[in-house]
């Protein structure tokens, strides 16, 4: 999780507020804000490292995990470590997905993934198109238009869209008041109040998904959009908003799934991640599916001494699963006796 930090936009802070993101044992500085910066979020990371005398050892690229004699062996590029217990906690953004459009390759602006954008500045006075309308792309156009460039979203489906705070409560605390009812009851008791707040948005061409956001959560493992700005503008004409990319032209223009072309000076993929553990974990097919993401997480995996952490895509917030989850891992490895060989 550091790492990704480490490496996200500049712009980026919370979506979630710091009183339900906190990991075990050690809450967020008072001084920080509700939703702390991403700076903010290194140095707790960084603060709570030293609190507990964690010494994570860097620049270690894993080649392969497997189960051998009843240890687990990890070999990176230039070291083999062993232990009873293997705990996977490389989250959601380990692989950018990049997807491709015909004549792509003739398009005479950038394309780039949301993991390689730092700052809008390069981008001043450009049309910009960002595909996806996750909270990435939804935030990195905001940054966009800070910044001076002419951004617009390319939206491929329907959407669901969320206040960060609803009547000055965060978003995610409402989440967790609702979360032992059933997904399509806290939809139906929250889908009044998300008109009020959020209007018709169809107007400007953002199409509403069938099922409510935590619905959407719990069925496709997919969080909302968590507003913090991007609807403003998009009211506001600030940010356009386009169909799905059918191709790209000999032109090097952008034409969309309505038909419709435009040119545009930059393309960024803000498409996602995949976890793809399966591109280093061997011999344990039970525990992931085809894609490379866990089956498992909080609970040991099928297979013994096998654990993941942070692959739970919850309405509750996933930093708050998170510290959750280690809390079980961390009393199911104590309880099991098995102890680590480093």
Same mark, same amino acid.
């Given at each position: 999780?550091?790492?990704?930090?480490? %490496?996200?936009?500049? %712009?980026?802070?919370?979506?979630?507020?710091?009183?339900? $993101?906190?990991?075990?044992f050690a809450p967020f500085p008072r001084e920080y804000p509700r939703y702390p910066s991403r700076l903010q979020m290194i140095s707790y990371l960084e603060a709570y490292a030293r609190r507990f005398h964690l010494e994570p050892r860097l620049g270690q690229r894993v080649v392969s995990a497997r189960q051998a004699d009843g240890l687990w062996e990890v070999q990176t590029q230039d070291t083999r470590y062993q232990a009873s217990n293997l705990v996977i906690a490389t989250g959601y953004s380990r692989e950018p997905l990049l997807p491709s459009w015909p004549g792509q390759d003739s398009f005479q602006g950038s394309i780039l993934h949301s993991s390689q954008y730092g700052n809008g500045e390069p981008f001043k006075g450009q049309k910009v198109l960002v595909v996806g309308f996750g909270n990435s792309g939804g935030e990195i156009a905001i940054d966009l238009w800070e910044h001076g460039a002419r951004p617009s979203l390319a939206v491929r489906g329907p959407v669901n869209v969320i206040p960060r705070d609803l009547f000055g409560i965060p978003i995610l605390a409402i989440g967790i008041l609702q979360s032992k009812l059933p997904p399509r009851w806290a939809d139906a008791l929250n889908a009044p109040l998300l008109r009020a707040v959020m209007g018709d948005l169809t107007r400007y061409g953002l199409r509403k998904l069938p099922q409510g956001p935590v619905t959407q959560i719990r069925r496709n493992a997919r969080i909302p959009l968590i507003d913090v700005g991007t609807i403003d503008l998009i009211k506001r004409g600030q940010i356009g908003v386009f169909p799905g990319i059918e191709r790209f032209t000999e032109g090097g223009a952008v034409q969309f799934t309505d038909g419709k072309q435009?040119?545009?000076?930059?393309?960024?993929?803000?498409?996602?991640? %995949?976890? %793809?553990?399966?591109?280093?974990?061997?011999?344990?097919?039970?525990?992931?599916?085809? $894609?490379?993401?866990?089956?498992? $997480?909080?609970?040991?995996?099928?297979?013994?001494?096998?654990?993941?952490?942070?692959?739970?895509?919850?309405?509750?917030?996933?930093l708050r699963e998170i510290a959750l989850e280690a809390r079980r891992i961390g009393a199911a490895i104590a309880q099991s006796g098995r102890r680590s060989h480093a």
């Open positions: 999780m550091g790492v990704a930090w480490h %490496r996200h936009y500049q %712009r980026l802070h919370l979506h979630t507020d710091k009183k339900h $993101s906190e990991l075990p435009r040119e545009f000076g930059a393309v960024i993929l803000a498409t996602g991640y %995949r976890p %793809r553990v399966d591109a280093f974990l061997e011999g344990a097919p039970a525990a992931c599916d085809d $894609s490379g993401t866990p089956l498992f $997480s909080g609970p040991e995996s099928p297979v013994p001494g096998l654990y993941f952490c942070g692959f739970h895509v919850s309405p509750t917030g996933m």
